[in-house]
């Protein structure tokens, strides 16, 4: 039965549309999980445990199967999570030595994992998706230098997308869904804590829709930042008025080629201070199906 019943509590609704919601990407919840993602409701981890193991209502539409929380006749995405936990803990190595080298960079303040990796949630075609904050004035250049580095991985079969960056006076993200949101209180910083605080603070918004997602992610990685001084040398030659000039050059060529492969898609943006690269319209369809079920649910 993957319809609510008509007759929940606040609560009871709250943890069925959690769990129906992540059923989109084959992924069961932990009682803390389900706690932390909560949809619209604030709620201890007393009570979302206790609903949980003790309302007849949700035990009509939810199986616990092995520790996790899914959708009754869903049984089968637990051994799913598992392989791809597996999976997932083969590419963090990956994602944390590029990461650094990312934060190396000129004008890079911040770089974050987002995505499926973000999760423990990596699928057969693995990637690593990153989300880095740049400083003001400099974004299209920190940018150029960052695909440097996805190029060099390529050659080892390794596939990066840095394909969300913001620069420090754009850190209020520009859309605020449930989509948005989870992005936001998943994404696993690597590198610039003290900027992904900020970045949290700039997007508090999040909380009236995940009210229980206010601290830290739960996949943490506890990285010691790179010195300072190396990349505080590699960025004097580009505080120039030749690096102005190089800045302008890159975002306007860039700006144009990236335009030009939207396709349509109302998710990508490019501007001085963003590069959001999402052409597949993965929060669209993703929205679209968790509407479409909801709507089901009332139907039903």
Known sequence: ??????ALTPLEQAIWRTVAYVDLFDYPLTAVEIHRYLEGVAATPSAVA???VGSPALADCLSHHEGFFCLSGREAIVEIRR???LRSQQWWPEAVRYGRRMAQLPFVRMVAVTGSLAMNNVGDEADIDYFLVTENGRLWLARALVIGIVRLAARRGIVLCPNYFVAESALTLPERNLYTA???????PLFGHAVY???RQHNCWACDFLPNADGPPLVQ????EPAHWPQTVAELPLRTPLGGWL???EQQRKIARLKSQQNGSGESCFTAVIC??????HQHRTLTAYEQRLASSVND
């Open 182 to 188: 989870r992005e936001i209180v998943q994404m696993v």
């Open 83 to 85: 392989e791809r936990r």
């Open 276 to 281: 959001k690269g999402h052409f597949q319209a």
């Open 197 to 199: 605080d900020r970045l």
């Open 50 to 52: 206790t609903t949980l």
């Open 1 to 6: 039965m993957n319809h609510a019943p008509a």
């Open 247 to 249: 800045e302008q050059w």
């Open 221 to 224: 990685i506890p990285e010691p």
